[in-house]
């Protein structure tokens, strides 16, 4: 019993050790590729198939990154990575017998999205917890940032804002306007079935409500 013990003591102990390592990695070299990314790779016929180009936050559109604020996670700026605010609505309006609808945070997807698998599951879950907390810990705001919208799918197959910004529009994710931004943040809900360009009423109907949140959020500063 002793043994098995010691197994699991180490095999934890080492998972925690490397863990920490992946994560202090990333906090300097660019992420080269998620799991997600190798999942759509092997679903294609297309070896090409992914698109994907990593840029810098300040090679990206204020526009993009105001936009993806505002539709996904507006106190990204002030919360530890998790929004208690948003977790405690989401429980009420369930209780009251609407739709359970996600609270996660820009930093827990990003988590998620890096490190760990799509597919729910409570392991996951407790996972992906665990490296918000790690990535809140050792990366700033910007960076969790800047990995997030070079790492997301923002269409069937592509990942992150470059890659979508020259599918959807022809142009550097740096020139995006602030209704192309909020076009491609739109989709996000599921950008494999939602188009950018030429967008659905329905899409249409998220930019209007994306570009307004803008104007009340104001300007993007991450000295809040």
Not at 197 to 203: A, I, K, L, N, Q
Request: aromatic letters at 14%; one cysteine or more; hydrophobic letters at 40%.
């Amino acid at each position: 019993m002793k043994k098995i013990f010691r197994f699991i003591y180490k095999g934890f102990l080492a998972f925690f050790i490397f863990s920490i390592l992946w994560v202090l990695i990333y906090k300097w070299i660019d992420v080269p590729g998620t799991p997600l990314m190798g999942i759509r790779h092997f679903q294609s016929e297309n070896e090409a198939s992914i698109k994907h180009q990593w840029v810098p936050l300040k090679d990206i559109s204020k526009n993009l990154q105001l936009a993806i604020i505002c539709s996904e996670d507006q106190r990204f700026i002030t919360h530890n990575g998790f929004d208690t605010e948003a977790i405690q609505k989401a429980i009420s309006e369930h209780k009251a017998g609407k739709r359970l609808r996600g609270a996660s945070t820009i930093s827990q997807q990003t988590a998620k999205n890096v490190f760990l698998w799509p597919k729910r599951s409570w392991i996951r879950k407790g996972l992906e917890s665990y490296f918000t907390f790690l990535i809140e810990t050792f990366w700033s705001k910007e960076r969790i940032l800047e990995i997030y919208l070079n790492s997301i799918e923002m269409g069937d197959e592509i990942f992150g804002a470059e890659a979508a910004a020259k599918f959807w529009f022809n142009k550097s994710s740096k020139d995006l306007n602030a209704h192309e931004a909020t076009a491609i943040a739109a989709i996000l809900p599921n950008p494999r079935k939602y188009l950018a360009d030429p967008p659905s009423m329905y899409v249409q109907k998220r930019k209007e409500w994306i570009l307004q949140q803008m104007r009340n959020y104001g300007s993007l500063s991450f000295s809040k």
